[in-house]
């Protein structure tokens, strides 16, 4: 059954407002407090427990049936590729890539998993113009190729530079990312291919309130390991993946700055503006048109009295 | 074609020869009334069409292989940048840039202004080009074009931004289409098409304005799903939509001055004395829209700028670049144009209008490309991308032409 959250209201108020109604401004405001689906699942990355040794890259490989990497995955030369300034990052041949940051003050190296974070409130999802993306109940963000037209507008939209796209393919070419295994082992309550791999249990599985509270759990016991924040629990309205570091964020290649509000939220100033013009352009106009030619009409009136 | 009138040629411009009532038949109407030894002639002689030629020998092979071997032979390929030069100038450009046809049908059908009349299609073509193009740029750069339809009909994500462009676009193309029946069923000696549509003109000419409004906008909203990614000051989220829309008011009727400037010195042969007796006053008639619009998008650049508190921006290396869009591109053009209407100058207000087109296409390529991801690297296009750019353009350029030589636009049709 088709759950009746906030984003089908979201949906059904702009249908309603193409149709005419003045139907949105007041769903959208109730948005601050989306909850999304209350037993979904998440995963707790630990920053201070990865070694980088790249399992994780290779079950997802192996899990996702992606083609082979260039290097293989035992070959650690790939951590000191920089293109165009930037680490490795997520494409079409790779769901999740590690990187290593070497930080200041910090005697080893750290290392840091990304993939896609399943956004509570996806700005992939909202952006998509053929709604080829789903959040599951299980929490995974999954996407729907069949119905893709390539605009890649998912790619603008995510904050986190995730989303890759199969430009060489001719015929088909896609998005491709994390989708948490869903197919395979999350609509079965099984862990992700990558948290199984990891050898250093940096990554942990389970319902993204649990995971909550251990991250707190473990911030409480060791205030000296860790940073106090949880990456993920909020930012951009709350994100499955979660992250604990024990080095600021911002020095591990994260995003500090994208604040707490889905991405959805900044698109709702123009959203609400869409019924409005809708209503009041055509009896404004005509009124307009009214007026500018009320010489025309008088004179018409005059000439049909006489 | 200028050597042929001096002659004492004179293009078709009514259903019959002038010899009698003999009608024109299709094909002497689409050769203007030369014969085809002729008319090759004449285009041979054209210098603009050897510099076509070489664009279309060197673009169309190109555009061809982007449908075989994909989109990653032509452009970088790049997943930080997913939209490159086929949005950035195919649509983000192209679509402001035709924003005229909203634009004067509002201004004739709905003010009454019927002294703007004889440059009423010139501004519907415009769009309706406009507009037809950016789809076909569109079509270039999705990664499936043939499921366009698939926003439509198949699968429907109405709270995305890109569905209200999708059917504002397809829906108000079809409304310019309509606009444009008189103009061909004149030509085509059809008279049924332009009764019905002068039934519902202003119904149409209404419906333009609200999906123009709308999809001028939402090109605009479509950046607020990238907060972060491009520039803050280029970036405003409650501003987004207002800033694309206001802009795209001056640039719709800039770009009409420098379209019906370029026809009115390369084409003067097609133009009637009506339209060219008028296009000064009606110049500076433009000219005045053109200046209010670019003094409230400035006013609301600036409250933008002010709302957000992103003052110290302006003194960093992308302020000034900032500011250069905003002086080249909106000040200098708004003081060009106040002169130009104080001292009844249609010339300078033509160099305004100019400059001012350049300004909305700076605006919306910074927008688009240069400024977004402004905290990553910049993207340089692939050279086969800026070809198929140039091919598509000139493309639209031909099929300009090849309208306005034959349908009555700038010229009135002869009973």
Known sequence: ?306 | MKRLTVNGMSPVDSLFKEEGKILWTVKEKLLLGLSPLDYIAQAVRNPFNWVLAIIFAVGIPVLIGRFIFGLSWVTHSSYDYPWGLFLGWGLFVMVPLSASGFMLGTTVEVFGRKDFHSIERLALLNGLLGYLFAVIFLQVDLGQPWRLVYPMFVSLGPAAVLFLVAWHVATYLSVQVAELVPAFSEWAGWPVGKKFVKKIVLGLTVAGIILSTLHQGALGALFTYAPGKVHPLWFSAPFQWFHFFCSSIFAGLSMLIVVSTLCKTFLKWRCDDEFLENLDRQTLGLAKGCSLALITYFVIKVLAIAHDNDWHYLFTGWGQWFVFEMVVGVLVPLALYATAIRNDSARLARFAALLAVLGIALNRLNTALITFNWKLYQEIPHWREVVIVLTVYSAYIVTYRFVLYRLPILYSWKK
């Open chain 1, 1 to 306: 059954m088709k759950k009746h959250n906030r984003r089908s209201l979201l949906k059904g108020g702009l249908v309603g407002g193409l149709l005419g109604a003045v139907g949105l401004s007041k769903k959208a405001h109730a948005a601050g407090s989306f909850e999304g689906y209350k037993d979904r699942y998440g995963m707790l990355v630990d920053l201070t427990r990865c070694v980088g040794c790249r399992s994780c890259e290779a079950a997802c490989n192996k899990e996702q049936q992606l083609p082979a990497p260039d290097k293989p995955f035992d070959d650690f030369s790939v951590f000191d590729e920089i293109k165009l300034g930037q680490k490795r990052r997520t494409t079409e041949k790779a769901y999740t890539v590690v990187n290593k940051y070497e930080v200041e003050g910090h005697d080893r190296p750290v290392y840091r998993k990304i993939q896609c974070n399943h956004c509570n409130e996806p700005a992939c999802l909202t952006s998509c113009f053929v709604n080829a993306y789903t959040k599951t109940p299980e929490g995974a963000v999954i996407y729907n190729s069949k119905v893709c037209v390539g605009c890649r507008t998912c790619m603008i939209a995510c904050p986190f530079y995730i989303p890759a796209y199969s430009y060489s393919s001719v015929i088909n070419p896609v998005v491709k990312k994390c989708i948490m295994c869903y197919d395979t082992r999350l609509k079965y309550g099984r862990p992700p291919a990558c948290a199984e791999a990891c050898p250093r249990e940096t990554l942990t599985f389970g319902k993204r309130e649990d995971l909550i509270y251990i991250a707190r759990q473990r911030i409480k016991l060791n205030p000296e390991k860790y940073v106090d924040h949880l990456y993920g629990e909020r930012e951009v309205g709350g994100t499955s993946w979660m992250y604990l570091s024990g080095v600021p964020f911002e020095e591990v290649g994260f995003d500090t700055h994208l604040g707490t509000e889905p991405i959805i939220n900044y698109v709702k100033d123009f959203l609400t503006i869409v019924p409005m013009v809708l209503t009041i352009w055509p009896a404004l106009f005509t009124g307009f048109h009214l007026l500018a030619t009320r010489k025309d009409a008088k004179k018409k009136e005059e000439k049909s009295n006489v």
